[in-house]
């Protein structure tokens, strides 16, 4: 079993920042990609961002390429999500995923543990 538990979120304003770290205990050395994912009010979870094991590989949604970075640290077990220019529709519920196979999915179907989210609001 691999326990994920996000934190960071908050109440930011429009262009406004924020780090999301999200730390891994349990079997952590199974874990290989990592990804965020964010669920609006209303609205179905959505990919944000992936990272391979060694960070070599990051992958991102269009809607954030350019403002957010996905980063991880596995000598602390801990993966972020650094936002930056916030918007208003980056609202949401803001997830951490770890898979335990091989590849680095953008699908929410590709991960085997989640987080339980952490709200992130972006006030205009």
């Known amino acids: 079993q691999v326990h994920l538990v996000e934190s960071g979120g908050g109440l930011v304003q429009a262009g406004g920042s924020l780090r999301l770290p999200c730390a891994a205990s349990?079997?952590?050395?199974?874990?290989?990609?990592m990804g965020w994912f964010r669920q609006a009010p209303g609205k179905e979870r959505e990919f944000v961002a992936a990272i391979s094991w060694s960070g070599g590989s990051t992958y991102y949604a269009d809607s954030v390429k350019g403002r957010f970075t996905i980063s991880r640290d596995n000598a602390k077990n801990t993966l972020y999500l650094q936002m930056n220019s916030l918007k208003p529709e980056d609202t949401a519920v803001y997830y951490c995923?770890?898979?335990?196979?091989?590849?680095?999915?953008?699908?929410?179907?590709?991960?085997?543990?989640w987080g339980q989210g952490t709200q992130v609001t972006v006030s205009s």
């Open positions: 995923a770890a898979r335990v196979r091989l590849g680095v999915p953008v699908q929410i179907e590709g991960y085997d543990y």
């Open positions: 349990g079997r952590t050395f199974s874990m290989y990609a």
